[in-house]
């Protein structure tokens, strides 16, 4: 979906499937991004500070051109942009943004603040007025630095505000103008600006803008207004692919939980076996990595301009989210490292420990019995065949297995690859629900991410793994491997994260789990090895309290859907379903193969019917 042109091409005129670029003199430009009923428009030669540039920019239709060149040079490309427009629209609103006047008393030290207003002015047919009406009632509920605007409304369109070579057609032509405030600029004409200020203010008023817009399309047509969001871009300009491409070298020049994690995680366990207070020694993978220099990189990446408030905000999460990473790989085996993992994965919250505390209270250990049990091998060809099957209704669906004996028992996965560690002995009634969880969650999600044309949704959101382990989780509920032992496993890992954050040794958990919770010696090890990993990794606290969070999503009526476009966080929901409605993300490849089974649906359907999170866990049966 993205558009790979040069940013702004001097094509004068777009095809039938790509956007409409044309350079104008002294930076001026042109961009339509497909047919739309409105054109915003704005003359300035305040190409650093201005608001409404700002704003122009990043609307999917709009022309910009300096305001020392006066109206003569663009009014013929005016006409030929809102003739092409007309072509498609059966009416246009022109939209004309300009800032409005500064007070110049103003110093940095001023006890006074600059006004928070805007001006509305629009023609007179009632599509505009619709459009002016809800303009100025969406920026009415804009609350900045806990200041409310002032919104004042003209008689008429602002002429000043708008291109000339506007043709005179008022049965298919409105015209609205807004001025913005300036209240992101620092006084005293140094030329500072406050930037979460600009920000918050470009993003919210051109949403706005949006819902104007919508506005007027139901007044004009009659019809129920289209959805707001979806008439914004609905292509990549080449800014966001670079953007993207650069965060993607950056994360993939360090596997994060690999550079954390130890590599001799069981050796260790048999030297520190039958010690009271153990204290294991871990070693570690040399970084491939210099954070330093990595960071440097990362915030070399300008991300103005992708000009697409949603994507902004998508990378800007992502940077800050490796930058945290990075500062935890500098800071490994630090007393600082726990405290940076807190602002990674979070602190364990009250709620959530007292979950874990009711698991292990509710849920008993299982009996000791001679099970069937399976090795690596046998795991790593259960994952080939799954894997196969996905490849076989979709064909991107391409994986691979790793068996590696640098892992701690278990299966991880990174990217599309499957690590089997080769010390790995599982049950074999445990098989199927662990590779739903790696293979039709993780796997399947960065699959289906790398086809959305920004690898950011295949690498994973800012903030996507508990979510994304919650559905792991949920996979194995829902088709019924979420078993007596693996849940009191995801509780004790809660229960381990809250003492390490609160101070206590390697040797107290050891105590906690076996002493306190009957957990096996070895289980136990695992699990506090994992917490202590580094200096203290407060991660394995997401298992349940993504868990806690899928169930809560499910319970509310609501569809998981969005959840398979990519790896994302459900903060990301309301965000991804913008961007599907402006056509730039894709269906998702594949979908979960779980979701298929009758006693998955069965399990859900017992879910939204109601019920408290434990009871449901603890009797996993579909009728």
Not at 15 to 24: C, F, M, Y
Not at 421 to 444: I, P
Not at 610 to 620: E, I, S, V
Request: hydrophobic share 45%; with cysteine; aromatic share 6%.
């Amino acid at each position: 979906m993205a558009d790979r042109t040069p940013a702004w091409s001097a094509a004068p005129d777009r095809s039938d499937d790509g956007p409409q670029h044309h350079v104008l003199p002294d930076g001026g430009r042109v961009y339509v991004d497909r047919p739309l009923p409105f054109l915003v428009a704005h003359r300035s030669d305040d190409t650093a500070h201005s608001l409404a540039r700002r704003v122009a920019a990043i609307s999917p239709a709009s022309i910009l051109w300096s305001a020392g060149d006066g109206d003569a040079g663009v009014a013929d490309c005016v006409r030929s942009v809102v003739a092409r427009q007309l072509e498609d629209c059966p009416r246009l609103l022109v939209v004309g943004l300009h800032d409005l006047a500064g007070d110049d008393s103003l110093e940095e030290d001023s006890a006074r603040l600059e006004p928070f207003r805007f001006t509305i002015g629009c023609s007179r047919d009632p599509a505009a007025q619709a459009a002016a009406g809800e303009l100025a009632a969406a920026l009415a509920g804009l609350c900045i630095d806990l200041r409310e605007p002032r919104i004042e409304r003209l008689d008429d369109a602002d002429a000043r505000a708008l291109p000339a070579g506007l043709p005179d057609d008022a049965a298919r032509l409105s015209r609205l103008t807004l001025g913005l405030p300036r209240i992101h600029l620092v006084p005293g004409g140094h030329g500072g600006i406050y930037p979460q200020v600009f920000h918050e203010l470009e993003t919210r008023v051109f949403d706005a803008l949006l819902r104007a817009a919508a506005a007027f399309v139901a007044a004009g047509s009659g019809r129920p207004a289209p959805q707001h969001r979806s008439l914004g871009r609905s292509r990549y300009i080449e800014a966001a692919v670079v953007a993207d491409r650069e965060l993607a070298r950056i994360s993939r020049s360090f596997d994060f939980l690999l550079g954390v994690s130890p590599i001799d995680t069981v050796e260790q366990f048999e030297r520190c076996r039958g010690q009271a207070a153990p204290d294991p020694r871990f070693r570690y993978r040399p970084l491939t990595v210099d954070p330093a220099l990595a960071k440097r990189a990362l915030h070399a990446i300008d991300l103005r301009a992708v000009e697409d408030p949603v994507l902004e905000t998508l990378f800007q999460q992502k940077r800050q989210e490796l930058d945290l990473q990075l500062t935890l790989l500098q800071c490994r085996n630090t007393p600082a490292f726990r405290h940076g993992s807190v602002m990674l994965y979070g602190a364990v919250e009250p709620a959530l420990l007292a979950d874990a505390h009711g698991i292990l209270a509710r849920v008993a250990e299982p009996p000791a019995g001679d099970p069937e049990m399976v090795g690596a091998h046998e795991v790593g060809d259960a994952a080939q065949r799954m894997i196969a099957r996905y490849r076989h209704k979709v064909p991107v669906f391409k994986a691979d297995v790793c068996l590696r004996e640098d892992l701690a028992p278990g299966l991880m996965v990174s990217g599309n690859s499957v690590l089997v560690s080769t010390a790995t002995r599982m049950r074999r009634a445990r098989l199927d629900a662990l590779l739903q969880h790696e293979v039709g969650v993780h796997v399947l999600t960065c699959i289906n991410g790398g086809q959305q044309g920004l690898g950011i949704f295949g690498a994973g959101l800012a903030g996507y793994e508990g979510v994304q382990e919650g559905l792991g989780v949920f996979a194995e509920y829902l088709v019924g491997g979420l078993t007596p032992a693996r849940l009191r496993l995801l509780a004790a890992r809660v229960l381990v994260v809250d003492a390490m954050l609160a101070g206590a040794a390697f040797g107290d958990c050891q105590r906690l789990l076996v002493g306190e919770h009957g957990f096996a010696a070895r289980t136990a090890f695992t699990i506090i090895a994992r917490v202590f990993r580094s200096g203290g990794l407060a991660k394995d606290a997401i298992y349940l309290r993504g868990l806690r969070q899928v169930f809560a999503f499910v319970a509310a009526g609501r569809e998981l859907d969005p959840f398979w476009l990519g790896k994302i966080a459900e903060a990301h929901v309301p965000m991804v379903e913008e961007l599907q409605a402006r056509g730039i993300l894709r269906a998702p490849a594949a979908t979960p193969e779980f979701l298929t089974r009758p006693e998955a649906r069965a399990r859900i359907a017992r879910i939204r019917a109601g019920g408290a999170f434990l009871d449901h866990l603890q009797d996993p049966a579909p009728c």
